[in-house]
């Protein structure tokens, strides 16, 4: 199952709010509507989690949404098909509320996005490319860690991972460009912007 290449982004949230029969939604859940079907849908959920209001504010979620991320991204750089997470993070849960307030704050934003996308320069969305980009999606995961500290800065990560996942959906080599340009910008916030004397304790 994948998301809809005539609206691939602003049918992730929704259809795990519509799919997910429970009060409270895990990320084991999660995983199993998408997970082991398709590189886009999994990586853009994942990655709109920590942009979204109320989602991106909680406390923590970040590191727990970028833990997640490295462990999926590290298996598909290993080759595999399924997903595999540790209990404790297939556990941790987000309510169906909170999905769905997110999800009604962005979906103007989502099909303003959907309306831009087409299949283009496909020949960057290939076998190939999804490999580096599971290296670049590991990459801008790991920053979330640091980026916590500095307000509302892993939305910049995270949008990148979502115009990765985003790209695989719709086959659109445009938007595989833009992901790597938003990387770019992750990069220099996690040199620049992180108080790394406060975090280092020097």
């Not at 979620?61 to 462990?71: A, D, S, T, Y």
């Not at 509320?97 to 009604?104: G, Q, T, Y």
């Amino acid at each position: 199952m994948t998301a809809s290449r005539d609206d691939p982004l602003e049918n992730v949230l929704e259809r795990a709010i519509k799919e997910i029969d429970a009060d409270e939604v895990t990320f084991g859940d999660v995983l199993e509507l998408f997970g082991d079907r398709s590189f886009g849908p999994i990586i853009a959920l994942l990655g709109l989690l920590t942009v979204i209001p109320p989602l991106g504010a909680i406390p923590g979620l970040p590191v727990v949404v970028g833990f997640v991320i490295i462990l999926f991204s590290a298996q598909i750089i290993g080759g595999a098909n399924h997903i595999w997470v540790p209990e404790f993070i297939s556990k941790r849960s987000v309510s169906k509320e909170d999905l769905k307030k997110a999800d009604k704050k962005a979906k103007p934003w989502l099909k303003r996005i959907d309306r831009l996308i087409s299949e283009r320069l496909d020949f960057l969305t290939g076998r190939w490319a999804i490999f580096l980009a599971a290296v670049m999606v590991t990459f801008l995961a790991l920053t979330m860690i640091p980026l916590e500290f500095v307000p509302f800065a892993v939305a910049v990560p995270g949008s990148a991972i979502v115009l990765f996942g985003l790209a695989f959906v719709a086959r659109d080599g445009v938007l595989m460009l833009l992901a790597y340009s938003v990387t770019i910008a992750a990069m220099a916030m996690t040199i620049f912007m992180v108080p790394w004397g406060k975090i280092l304790g020097g």
